[in-house]
């Protein structure tokens, strides 16, 4: 099985295949000979379905650069690495059928992704970015019984979200929780604290670290200026990755987010959903003035 997996990717080296079909292969690991020397430059569509994966490996992007389809459907995986932003050509990605609790927020970063899959997964929140791109059309996140919050970047995609928002007991996770009325979403684990209509003054942490990203930016225009000597690194880090952008305008947030619930049931898609999830739209804000401002269907 090993020898013929290998001639296979080295077949697919050699002739530059575009395509290449690894279904079916009771994998465990990622196949080192994917990632071998200079990779498959010329792979534009791996399918790797039915496997038995875990994770995907941090040099995905540096060994398969041009790749436009990605299929992991039914495998293991519980951790999608953070280098999977670096996927700057990638248009679909099929993670369904995994054991997802955590999407990072990277993929909420790739520009060029058009069809995102995470159905029958373990997710809780997704990140509030998801959907801030154009280009990302199709968003299928079914049967995530536990997801209760859609970012609100994605009201105006194809979304599907049956069998999300099933009751869960608050005490049993450790995340922060967010209700409105019999609502109650989870939030990111990157949120650090929750604002109201009644919080008019930011955290001086959150403060202090918008007036740097906005400093910085504006002077230094790239924050790969800097260095580990110039701030803290655990600083430096959050600057490099916000935990997303005010979905009324834009603002980077760093701790703190003011959010608002939309539930699907009371906006015009309600009828394409006919009551199979229970899921709401959660508008990220960074302020009282956009929390109170923020209008979903405008």
């Known amino acids: 099985m090993a020898s013929e997996l290998c001639k296979t990717i080295s077949v697919a080296r050699l002739e530059k295949h575009k395509n290449l079909f690894l279904n079916y292969r009771n994998l465990h690991h990622f196949p080192l000979e994917l990632l071998k020397d200079e990779g498959l430059q010329y792979l534009e569509r791996l399918y790797m379905k039915r496997n038995s994966l875990t994770t995907l490996p941090e040099n995905l992007a540096q060994k398969l650069p041009n790749l436009v389809e990605l299929y992991l459907h039914s495998n293991n995986i519980v951790v999608v690495p953070e280098a999977i932003g670096s996927l700057v050509k990638l248009q679909c990605l099929d993670l369904s059928d995994n054991a997802l609790e955590i999407v990072c927020p990277e993929i909420g970063r790739l520009r060029a992704l058009r069809h995102l899959r995470l159905a029958n997964n373990q997710l809780q929140f997704l990140p509030p970015d998801l959907g801030r791109s154009r280009e990302l059309q199709y968003v299928y996140v079914d049967n995530n019984i536990h997801l209760k919050g859609l970012p609100s970047y994605l009201y105006n995609k194809v979304i599907g979200c049956s069998g999300c928002g099933a009751p869960i007991q608050v005490s049993e996770v450790k995340l922060l929780s967010f209700s409105s009325g019999q609502l109650t979403v989870f939030l990111p684990a990157e949120v650090k604290a929750i604002g109201t209509e009644n ?99 405008s």
């Open 199 to 297: 919080d008019h003054v930011l955290p001086l942490q959150e403060l202090a670290m918008r007036c740097l990203y906005h400093t910085y930016h504006s002077f230094l225009k790239d924050l790969n200026f800097l260095s580990p000597i110039s701030l803290p690194r655990s600083l430096l880090e959050l600057l490099h990755c916000p935990l997303g952008h005010c979905h009324r305008c834009s603002e980077p947030m760093f701790t703190i987010v003011y959010p608002k619930l939309f539930p699907l049931r009371e906006t015009p898609m309600a009828g394409l959903h006919q009551g199979r999830t229970a899921v709401s739209f959660v508008a990220y804000c960074c302020s009282t003035q956009c929390l109170q401002t923020f209008d979903l269907l």
